[in-house]
């Protein structure tokens, strides 16, 4: 028998407020009145729906500041940078390859905006050899913010599939910044929706013989989870509160995302008030089923392929099929997660 944790859609809804659901009715009523100038397109009426949504979601977010929008958080030159990666995400014609790269980028910049202060993060300094060794051997002198008391305490939490890249790629800039090269450990959480069921009475199913964790090693711990895809913030929602029902006490969480819903980080901020939510663009509306409007598709597939019902691959072959280049990038981050996988 599975040892499985479900949690239903219904149980998400309990933690929104009256305000709230108002909030996001009428963010919902904009967007689908925007939809009428989509066939045939309306290029002005578009534009003018989504200006007008945008400056919306804007003010709603004011009202949650554990909600931090990098196009609402950075100056205008950041925004412009924000808006052409997501723009190369959400394209069709985006391959495999270039998906991968903007998907780096876009964790890049999610890291900068949340851990990097450089008005107030004290200089750290890098020594580094070069190859350069006539008529001695040089070296060379870097100064970078120093922000090990801020990721020090960290532990990667992978939400699988779709969330693995992105979680090597911000463990990695955590290994970049670090004095010390510190090298996050890894959970790994095998959950799902349920996508026979619609928005309204979604179950999210944690495998836990299909997971990989410690319990031990994440008390006390700030925790990061790194998920492309943030729509009802239900997955999120479940392995947390299992984790606190099984005693874990995190010190903080951190959420990172490509794009976000509305509701999905009013949501998972409501749920865990400990968390805070980073999103590198917030998208205003859900379908009935679940998937992000207008979104990108399913970030998972496009980041790792999809499998067959005969061939589903484990994580191993997951990492695996990354090739060369991904596993030399993230080779200490590759170590890690086979240790935590194979014990």
């Given at each position: 028998?599975?040892?499985?944790?479900?949690?239903?859609?219904?149980?998400?809804?309990?933690?929104?407020?009256?305000?709230?659901?108002?909030?996001?009715?009428?963010?919902?009523?904009?967007?689908?009145?925007?939809?009428?100038?989509?066939?045939?397109?309306?290029?002005?009426?578009?534009?003018?729906?989504?200006?007008?949504?945008?400056?919306?979601?804007?003010?709603?977010?004011?009202?949650?500041?554990?909600?931090?929008?990098?196009?609402?958080e950075?100056?205008?030159?950041?925004?412009?940078?924000?808006?052409?990666?997501?723009s190369?995400?959400?394209?069709?014609?985006?391959?495999?390859?270039?998906?991968?790269?903007?998907?780096?980028?876009?964790?890049?910049?999610?890291?900068?905006?949340?851990?990097?202060?450089?008005?107030t993060?004290?200089?750290?300094?890098?020594?580094?050899?070069?190859?350069?060794?006539?008529?001695?051997?040089?070296y060379?002198?870097?100064?970078?913010?120093?922000?090990?008391?801020?990721?020090?305490?960290?532990?990667?939490?992978?939400?699988?599939?779709?969330?693995?890249?992105?979680?090597?790629?911000?463990?990695?800039?955590?290994?970049?910044?670090?004095?010390?090269?510190?090298?996050t450990?890894?959970?790994?959480?095998?959950?799902s929706?349920?996508?026979?069921k619609?928005?309204?009475?979604?179950?999210?199913i944690?495998?836990?013989?299909?997971?990989?964790?410690?319990?031990?090693?994440?008390?006390?711990?700030?925790?990061?989870?790194?998920?492309?895809m943030?729509?009802?913030?239900?997955?999120?929602?479940t392995?947390?509160?299992?984790?606190?029902?099984?005693?874990?006490?995190?010190?903080?969480?951190?959420?990172?995302?490509?794009?976000?819903?509305?509701?999905?980080?009013?949501?998972?901020?409501?749920?865990?008030?400990?968390?805070?939510?980073?999103?590198?663009?917030?998208?205003?509306?859900?379908?009935?089923?679940?998937?992000?409007?207008?979104?990108?598709?399913?970030?998972?597939?496009?980041l790792?392929?999809?499998?067959?019902?005969e061939?589903?691959?484990?994580?191993?072959?997951?990492?695996?099929?990354?090739?060369?280049?991904?596993?030399?990038?993230?080779?200490?981050?590759?170590?890690?997660?086979?240790?935590?996988?194979?014990?």
């Amino acid at each position: 028998m599975n040892n499985k944790v479900i949690l239903k859609a219904m149980d998400l809804d309990g933690f929104l407020t009256e305000e709230d659901s108002a909030d996001l009715a009428r963010l919902d009523e904009m967007f689908k009145n925007t939809m009428k100038f989509f066939e045939p397109v309306d290029k002005e009426k578009i534009i003018d729906g989504f200006d007008k949504m945008g400056h919306e979601m804007h003010l709603i977010c004011k009202k949650h500041p554990k909600i931090k929008v990098y196009s609402f958080e950075t100056e205008q030159q950041a925004q412009a940078e924000a808006s052409r990666v997501i723009s190369k995400l959400r394209d069709v014609r985006t391959d495999h390859q270039e998906f991968m790269y903007y998907s780096q980028r876009a964790y890049e910049m999610l890291f900068r905006m949340a851990y990097i202060n450089q008005k107030t993060d004290k200089k750290g300094h890098i020594i580094v050899k070069t190859p350069v060794n006539f008529p001695v051997q040089n070296y060379a002198v870097h100064k970078i913010p120093n922000i090990d008391h801020k990721i020090h305490n960290t532990v990667m939490c992978v939400m699988l599939r779709g969330a693995l890249l992105p979680s090597m790629i911000i463990s990695k800039e955590i290994e970049e910044y670090s004095q010390d090269s510190y090298l996050t450990p890894f959970a790994l959480f095998k959950i799902s929706r349920n996508d026979t069921k619609n928005e309204s009475n979604m179950e999210y199913i944690l495998d836990l013989d299909k997971s990989f964790f410690d319990l031990e090693q994440l008390n006390g711990k700030d925790l990061i989870f790194a998920d492309p895809m943030n729509a009802t913030g239900g997955s999120l929602v479940t392995v947390v509160k299992y984790l606190q029902e099984q005693g874990v006490k995190p010190a903080s969480i951190a959420f990172f995302n490509t794009i976000s819903t509305l509701k999905g980080s009013i949501r998972v901020t409501r749920a865990l008030p400990n968390l805070t939510c980073y999103t590198l663009w917030l998208d205003p509306v859900m379908n009935e089923k679940a998937y992000i409007m207008p979104g990108l598709g399913d970030a998972g597939d496009r980041l790792n392929g999809t499998d067959t019902k005969e061939h589903a691959r484990n994580i191993i072959q997951l990492l695996a099929d990354y090739g060369h280049n991904i596993s030399s990038l993230y080779r200490s981050q590759m170590f890690e997660i086979e240790r935590t996988v194979l014990g």
